[in-house]
Every structure is written in structure tokens, then in C-alpha cells.
């Protein structure tokens, strides 16, 4: 990694802001054990970094589990992931973004560390392979401070899908350590043996 990458400061950015409408009910509050997921998220990336948020639309800023958190609110609406990663770009420019997803049940300490420690000096993304498809997996991934312009050309071209984006970039891609790690839960049946329960 060159000099100037490993200088550059990494924060956390974690997706709080989704509408959980396949769930029917928010994934940031659902539980594992005496915690919620986003909580487990939260504090899994504040052991390795410097500073994490929880990216939020404004109506769930107020929200009891979401406020306990430093937030970074979306300035942009109806982009889906893509609104929270320019929300997050615009707010703290100079600095990389771990975007992690708050739905990722098996993710971990082994994952995260991974990701960080291999991260590119000069792509401008970092992100694991699907172990289901061998695509880029764009919610656990380090998105660098000069990727930004290259989020905003995609958008403008009506591109919102965060895949799409790294799809048709020059990113960097990993093998997860952990195959599993970045299974998430989108509906009711996906809870069926996973650590999560309903909140």
C-alpha cells in the first residue's frame, strides 16, 4: 500500500437507511441476544476504526435505535445504498469509506481486518467477491476518497445500483476469508438459522 493511501484516514459507514419492505420489519432493530444487528454492525467497526456512522434517511434520524449512533443523514433521495456512500463522500471527503451493510449476520472481525489490510493503494474500490456469483459484493467494501467522482458520473448516467458501479470499474477484489460472511437477510425465511431474531 502506497504511502499516501496508508495516510489517509478510513471511517465506517453503516447502511441503516433501507425501508425493510421484503423483511416487514426494520433489520437495523432486529436482535442477537441482548443486542440489535446494527448495534453488532456498529461495534465491530469501531474496533478497527477511528470513526464510524450510521447512514440514515432524515425520517429515521429520531429513531431510539438508529440515535444512539453518529449519524450522516441523506442529502439525496430515492438512490437507495448509492444516497448514504455520496451522503457519507460529501460529508468527510478527504478521508476512505468501509461501507458495510447493517443486514450481514455472519459478518466479522476476521472479514473487516481483511478488507482494511488489504485495501488497494490505487483502486478506487476494495471489495470481496461473491462467493455466490463471483461479482463484486459492494456492501462490505472500502470505497477511497478519490472514488468519489467516479460515484457521481454513475449516477448522473441514471446508474444507482452500488454492484453496477464497482462492476464497471477498475476495483480490486478479495477472496473472503469467511464464505459466509456476507450472506444477509432480506426476508422472514432468511432468518430460519441465522443469529437473528425478530425485534
Known sequence: MSSRRAATPVYG???AGGESRRMGRDKA???RGEDSQLSYVVNLLEAQLERVF???RSEQSDDSERSRFAQIVDRFSDMGPVAGILSAMAE???????????DLPNIDEATICYLLEHRSA???FTAFSSTHDGL????CAVYASNSADIV??????????PRKILIRSDSHL?????????????TPDDLQGSVLAAP
Open 29 to 31: 432493530k432486529l436482535r
Open 136 to 139: 463484486p459484493e459492494p456492501l
Open 13 to 15: 459507514l453503516v447502511l
Open 54 to 56: 450510521v447512514s440514515t
Open 122 to 124: 490505487d483502486k478506487p
Open 174 to 186: 478479495l477472496t473472503q476469508p469467511n464464505p459466509r460472511s456476507l450472506d444477509n437477510v432480506n
Open 152 to 161: 457521481r458520473a454513475f449516477v448522473d448516467e441514471g446508474i444507482h445500483c
Open 92 to 102: 468527510y471527503p478527504d478521508v476512505d469509506w468501509l461501507v458495510v451493510a447493517c
